[in-house]
C-alpha cells in the first residue's frame, strides 16, 4: 500500500493528475485520488483509473486514508508507504500520530 503526496511528479505520473493538491493511496486491489473540491471537476476529466475521495472542509486526509484502510479491510499492522523526500518532518510527525497503520518510507 503506498500514500503519495502531491509534491512531486509521480501523482502526475501514476494518476494522469496535473494538479497541484492530492493525495494517492494505492492498495492492490483499488487506486483512490483524494483532493479536496478545487479540483473534482479537473480529476474527473484526467483521471482514470482512480477513484475520486473527496475531501470536504474540515476533513483531514489523514481521515480518509483511514476509511480507506478500514475498507480494504486492512489492519493497524498493515504497511503504508511513503516517499518521504516528499514528506516533511513535521507532516510526517502528524502521519504517525493519526495515520492508523505502519509507515514505512521509501
Same mark, same amino acid.
Given at each position: 500500500l503506498r500514500v503519495w503526496e502531491s509534491d512531486n511528479k509521480n501523482v502526475l505520473y501514476l494518476s494522469g493528475f496535473s494538479g497541484s493538491a492530492a493525495h494517492l493511496f494505492i492498495s492492490r486491489k483499488k487506486a483512490y485520488i483524494i483532493c479536496d473540491p478545487r479540483y473534482w471537476l479537473r480529476i474527473a476529466g484526467e483521471v482514470? =483509473?482512480? +477513484? %475520486?475521495? +473527496?475531501?470536504? *472542509?474540515?476533513? *483531514?486526509p489523514t481521515d480518509l486514508i483511514n476509511e480507506l484502510l478500514q475498507a480494504e479491510k486492512l489492519t493497524s499492522k498493515a504497511r503504508v508507504d511513503? =516517499? &518521504?523526500?516528499?514528506? &516533511?518532518?513535521? %507532516?510526517? &510527525? *502528524?502521519?504517525? +500520530?493519526?495515520? +492508523?497503520?505502519?509507515?514505512?518510507?521509501?
Open positions: 482514470r =483509473e482512480f +477513484k %475520486l475521495v +473527496k475531501q470536504k *472542509r474540515g476533513v *483531514r511513503y =516517499e &518521504s523526500a516528499h514528506v &516533511s518532518v513535521d %507532516l510526517l &510527525s *502528524r502521519w504517525k +500520530k493519526e495515520i +492508523k497503520a505502519n509507515l514505512m518510507p521509501t
